[in-house]
Every structure is written in C-alpha cells, then in structure tokens.
C-alpha cells in the first residue's frame, strides 16, 4: 500500500497523464522534423538534387519553422489553444504523407514550407496548455519530461527513417512516422474537449500569482515590454547561451574528424552521447529548478557551458572527451528545462504563447542564421579556429552571467 502511494505521488510529482500525453506529442512531432536531415542524401540521390537544391529543402523547412513560432504563438493566444495544438500537429503529420508522395522538387519544396508554417503551431500553446494544467511547484519536472519526449522523438526519428527507408525506401519513412502524430490529434483533443476539465483542474492547482493577476477580467492590461523588462537579463543571456552553444553543438562531429582524425560514423555517434547527456540535462534541470529555484538553476548553467566548450577544445581525444560532450549536452538542455518554466511563471496566462513564441522564435530563427555565418568563416579560417572563437565567445557570456546573476 505504502508502495502504490510513493508510485502515485512520484508519478504526480513529474505531471501525472498531462505530463505524459504531451510528451508523446512532442515526441511526434519532432519524430517528423527530425526527418528531413537524416534523409536527405537519399531524397538528392533519388530526384537528381544539386547541393543548392538540397540546402534550400533544408532553409525551407528550418528557416520557416522558426518564423513561424511568432506568429503561432500569437494565434495561440486569440484562439483556443488545444485546437491550435491540433492544427498544428495535422498540418506536420499531413504535410509529412505528401513529402511521401510526390516526386516534383518544387512541389516538395512548397510542402516544406507549409510544414515549417505548421511547426509554429505547437510549442507556443503546447508550453502554455501544460503551465495551466500544472501549477509552479512542478512546472519545472512536467516541462523537463516534455522536452524529453522531444528528445527522443528527434533521434529515434533519423534511426527510424533510415531503417525504413532501408527497408522500403525514403518515401515511406515519412508516411510511416507521420502516423504518430495523426494519432496524438484526438488524444489532444479529448482530453481538453471540454472547458470544464481546465478550470477543475486550475481549482485542483494552487495558481501561481501570475495565474491570479491574468486570470481577472478586469485586470488592466500590461504591454509586452513591460512584462518582459523584469526577465531581459536571464532571456537574452539564455538565447545568447542558444545561439552561441547551439551552433557550436551543430558543428561538433565535423569538428572532431577535422580535428581528431576519427572516422564520420564515430563522430555521428559521439553526436549521439551528447543528445543523451542533453535526456540527462532536461530531466535534471527541470527537477533542480523546482528544488533550487529558476534562476539559480538557470545561471548555473550559463555559468558553466562556456568552460565546458573551451576545455572541449583543449582536450585531446581520450575518455575525458567524451564525458566532456555528455557534460556539455547535460548543461544545454538543463538551460532549456529551467528557462521555459521561468518565463511561464512569471508570465500573464493570456499572452504565454505569444511569449514563449517570440523566445522560441528568437532561438530557432537565429540558429538558422548562425549556421551559415559560422560555416562561412570556417571556410576562410578553418573549422579548428573559428570553434575556438566560438568557445572564448561562450567563455565570455559565462563570465557576464555571474557578474549579472545579482542583478537579475
């Protein structure tokens, strides 16, 4: 008996079925976005592609999606946000069975761009239905297992698509694990069929005083720049951290066979462990940022990514190494697990979305524009360099975020 009540409130700790339900559909979501990399090779080989068709396939979709988190997360706050969760997830899963079934490039192209347009759809409300559900004193560990559902979703995506495809052919990959996420559709839309269930589940949960002050219709309205004056410090330093960290993080496999003369496939591999310390990372953070606080978990680790990146650099290719690339993704994600229940606790309920949104947005849109700009100079200067640029760059806003951690 003591058993079944430890399990139950450990289970409710984590979020309980909200938690787990929007986990799956992270999960089936980036199952589809996290196709396109992994296949295309076989789609250039398969349609005759010059790389320059083959690059814009991958600007159309990554490029849009990131545009698209701004407008998706304004929708999310004029409509109801369970049927824009839902719109969002048939428009990747529809767009992904017409990746499938087409053949034009041009076709293909347009579809990805459509896809992009629907990926704005869900994280905005997605992150703002989950916060209404659960109240502060979890956020943190329901935010984590959502973003592990993510995780897994965008590696088993590749591994999946590759064997599929290995199997029947690249085509199929995408209409196969479009399925997923056509099934998470009505799942989304019975639990939160009636409006009913949120405000029992809001009278079960202490709101926070956020909650409160939204949640009151005659509360006056306070502008978006008021609301995020308090929060500028941690948010640009943690998309600062983003863009900076995330690139470093897309070059990393390139940079170890160029630097360490391994082998590609041990290098996509060593990419792996990283993800996994980055499942680690989300799970940790998120339980820290409920036991420690927000802030403390956030700055430490904004503090502690720039010296993991340059000891990253320093280090010859032995074990160290690769606890180093688990160190590294471990403080990425946990960054990531403790800033979105930040900006949801102290964020109006009725503008969360198009708050999480512009955070969103502001990090995808510029990992899309970074990559470029850093592979640029890595032709000119070599990728050794410039990752060492980049490692004193993170080194630096390591340093600025402990001298701004008491002004924050």
Known sequence: MSRDRNQRSFWYRWGGG??????????????????????????????G???????????????????????GGWIGDRMSRQIVI????????????????ISSYYLLLIILIIMGIFAGAYHPSAVSVLSSHIERAR??????????????????GPFLGGLIAELLGWRFAFIILSIPI?????????????????KDSQKANPLSA?????????????????????MAVIVSLAILTQLIGGTAMVFIPIYL???????????AMLMGVTRAGGIAGSLFGGWLSDRWGRKNTIFLSLAAIGPILYILTILPF????????????????????????????????????????????????????????????MDIFGIIAIFQAIAWISVVVSVLSLLLVRKA
Do not use: W
């Open 18 to 47: 909200t938690a787990v339900l929007f986990a799956y559909t992270h999960f089936s979501h980036d199952l589809c976005n996290g196709l396109l990399i992994a296949l295309l090779p076989l789609i250039k080989e398969n349609l």
């Open 49 to 71: 592609l010059s790389y320059l068709q083959s690059g814009l396939l991958l600007s159309a979709l990554t490029i849009t999606s990131g545009l698209s988190q701004f407008l």
């Open 86 to 101: 839902a719109i969002g997830l048939a428009g990747i899963g529809l767009a992904s069975l017409a990746v499938g079934m």
């Open 139 to 156: 956020r943190g560990k329901a935010f984590a297992f959502h973003m592990v559902g993510g995780s897994i979703g965008y590696a088993a």
């Open 182 to 198: 056509l099934t998470a559709i009505p799942l989304v839309l019975n639990k939160f069929r009636e409006q009913r269930h949120l």
């Open 210 to 230: 956020s909650d409160v002050i939204a949640s009151h219709p005659r509360q006056k309205s306070t502008g978006i720049i008021q609301i995020l004056q308090p």
């Open 257 to 267: 066979v160029d630097k360490h003369y391994i082998t590609p496939t041990y290098a």
């Open 318 to 377: 032995n074990a160290g190494l690769i606890v180093i690339l688990i160190v590294f993704g471990l403080f990425m994600y946990m960054r990531q697990a403790a800033v979105q229940p930040f900006l949801m606790d102290n964020v109006p309920s009725r503008i969360r979305a198009t708050i999480f949104g512009i955070y969103f947005g502001l990090g995808m849109e510029g990992m899309s524009l970074m990559q470029p700009v850093a592979g640029h100079f």
